[in-house]
């Protein structure tokens, strides 16, 4: 699929990455990369271009309008991210990116042996931070809070640092709105520090509550100043 520019296009990211070790073992986390895959869904629904750059996931979803951008890594996360970020007019960040990678990734695969094995790591990008600096005024930016403690702060210290419109607030002490559920619970907050809570919902039903709230923010910010 080419974006044909007639319709507003949305870049969204998705589900876990995997940072190599060597050719059989890698690091990567719980994410199912369902809530995701429903914005994308919703998003469609309302009638945008959706390019979608997904981790490794078992889910499947097809669109006339809809562009799947498989990667496996961070860094390859990134780099698709880079070629649609200038065209999007709302940008999704709801991957579980690995904070960390291996600083060496070993050509072959490495042998148990009876010495313990000690792993370094490095950082890897903050593609929601690099895409801040570059933000244009006329763009939303959203991205995800999954936190276990002090859950508002982290959040409002994530929706600032990286130039967010908005921040989606879920915890890991809420039950059934997590990784792998088909079910989550959020709480929106914006930067006049509106906090908008909604109840348990099934996925689908939390991915139109944001995309509702994204596009609310889009059509402030596309509205001509009244002189």
Not at 3 to 17: C, D, F, Y
Not at 116 to 134: P, R, T
Not at 151 to 174: G, T, W
Not at 210 to 223: E, G, N, P, T
């Amino acid at each position: 699929m080419k974006t044909t520019h007639n319709k507003p296009i949305v870049l969204i990211t998705a589900g876990p990455t995997r940072e190599a070790i060597d050719p059989v073992r890698f690091i990567s986390n719980h994410s199912s990369g369902k809530m995701g895959y429903a914005i994308a869904g919703a998003f469609l629904d309302q009638g945008f271009e959706v390019i979608l750059v997904s981790g490794p996931v078992n889910i499947s979803l097809s669109h006339s309008s809809l562009r799947v951008i498989h990667v496996d890594s961070a860094d390859e996360m990134y780099a698709a991210c880079q070629q649609y970020f200038p065209v999007a007019r709302i940008a999704i960040f709801a991957a579980a990116v690995a904070d960390y990678k291996p600083a060496q990734i070993y050509a072959q695969k490495m042998k148990k042996s009876t010495q313990e094995f000690s792993l370094q790591m490095v950082k890897n990008v903050d593609i929601a931070f690099e895409f801040g600096k570059i933000k244009r005024k006329d763009q939303v930016s959203i991205g995800f809070a999954l936190e276990t403690n002090d859950e508002e702060q982290n959040a409002l210290k994530k929706l600032y640092s990286k130039n967010l419109d908005l921040v989606v607030l879920n915890s890991v002490q809420d039950e059934g709105a997590t990784f792998g559920y088909d079910t989550n619970k959020i709480t929106v907050i914006n930067r006049d520090f509106l906090f908008q809570a909604y109840p348990l919902k099934s996925k689908a039903e939390v991915a139109r509550d944001i995309v509702m709230a994204a596009i609310k923010v889009s059509q402030r910010l596309q509205a001509p100043v009244q002189a």
